[in-house]
């Protein structure tokens, strides 16, 4: 309903003539559905994810069809890609790390493929909202604490008990070592989100303010958007590495134990 | 004639594989070179967005920690109807609780941080 009242100012919603540089981030219905009293709408988010997916999907499958000795352009960039992860995760959890290299790997290309996506015009950036984001948080750090348990049992309780501390401050510590944990989903969805959303309302208010300023002053504002831009693609790529590094980071402590 | 083409041929063979060997080698002087260049590719965004990017990192660790223990200490309040007081001492070890992870993120870029260009103290001084 919010969707078709919202699709009648279609594309530039703001006041002022001016377009609204918040509107790039409304979620539309595609098409409508409820399960079981809940609102699981087809939404041009959605539609972004199963295209990043398929894109994935189909860039891993034909680059590595043929899979030959000496590979292929397509071939090299997604060995170059899984040589990439597979590094990260051997320096920053270890060779015993290498079990979870697969959900290292489908995450960063996730985050990369849909911070990529946004960067092309008329797209739909996924990773500026902050329930996306926050939800793969959510589920890294459900399953790093779990596998914590796993493989420490109870003994991973003395993670949060730092070493070396007069008796009479640990409990102290160890409340503010809980919620130190406790901050990890959320400076890590956080991050993400935040320099996305950041990153693409910059970029819509300097393009906008490249048509305001017209023929003669819209050249300045037009040099910036060609620099930001490129700083923009460099941040999709950056935050993608450091959302899966993190995770690694977080897989090594839960591992290993120690900070 | 069909010897001595084939003769020629493997001459020029072996010479092929000799030649391919030697580019091999000068192609994997030059990989490690470029590798060496491209080594932590996301690691050395020149200059500002780099900067940036530790600003933004450090900042949300010290906000997520005071909301997070403003949000555990709100929670803790409802189950126990000690209005504000929980929340305000949760507050305060959220606050502890970001700067405990600011100092550890700061550590860790610390030792992963490439040595800067205008500060090589491996070689004593050598100033540019």
Not at chain 1, 60 to 81: C, I
Not at chain 1, 137 to 143: D, E
Not at chain 1, 208 to 225: D, K, N, P, R
Not at chain 2, 113 to 122: G, I, Q, S, T, W
């Amino acid at each position: 309903m919010i969707s078709t009242a919202y699709a009648a100012d279609d594309g530039h919603g703001g006041a002022g003539g001016l377009p609204d540089p918040m509107h790039q981030f409304e979620i539309k219905r595609i098409f409508e559905l409820e399960l079981f009293g809940v609102d699981a709408s087809f939404t041009n988010s959605a539609l972004f994810m199963v295209i990043a997916a398929c894109l994935i999907t189909l860039f891993t499958v034909l680059a590595m069809r043929r899979g030959s000795l000496v590979p292929t352009r397509l071939q090299s960039v997604a060995e170059l890609s899984y040589v990439f992860v597979a590094n990260m995760v051997r320096d920053n959890v270890g060779t015993d790390g290498m079990k979870y290299f697969p959900f290292v790997f489908t995450l960063f290309m996730f985050v990369l493929v849909l911070n990529m996506l946004g960067m092309i015009p008329y797209t739909f950036t996924v990773t500026s909202h902050i329930i996306v984001t926050f939800a793969l948080a959510a589920f890294i750090f459900l399953g790093v604490t779990l596998i914590g348990f796993w493989k420490h049992g109870v003994k991973f309780l003395k993670f949060f008990v730092p070493e070396g501390v007069p008796f009479v401050m640990l409990p102290l510590l160890v409340v503010i070592e809980v919620i130190s944990y406790l901050t990890r989903p959320l400076s890590l969805s956080v991050r993400l989100f935040a320099n996305m959303m950041a990153g693409h309302t910059m970029l819509k208010v300097f393009g906008s303010f490249v048509v305001a300023l017209g023929f003669l002053g819209g050249w300045a504002a037009l040099a910036f958007m060609v620099a930001f831009t490129g700083l923009e693609i460099l941040v999709a790529f950056l935050q993608a590495y450091v959302f899966a590094i993190l995770t690694c980071i977080y897989l090594n402590d839960a591992l290993h134990m120690h900070h | 004639m069909a010897g001595a083409e084939k003769e020629s041929g493997r001459t020029t063979g072996g010479r092929d594989t000799d030649d391919i060997r030697q580019r091999l080698d000068a192609l994997e002087g030059k990989l490690d070179a470029a590798r060496v260049r491209h080594a932590p590719p996301p690691e050395q965004p020149e200059g500002r967005g780099r900067a940036m990017g530790q600003a933004l990192r450090l900042s949300t660790e010290l906000v997520a920690g005071v909301v997070v223990g403003g949000f555990i200490g709100w929670v803790l309040d409802g189950a126990f109807g000690s209005k504000p007081f929980l929340m305000v001492a949760f507050l305060l070890l959220g606050a502890a609780a970001g700067i405990l992870n600011v100092v550890r993120t700061a550590k860790r870029m610390q030792a992963e941080a490439p040595v800067p260009k205008d500060l090589k103290p491996v070689d004593g001084d050598d100033d540019d």
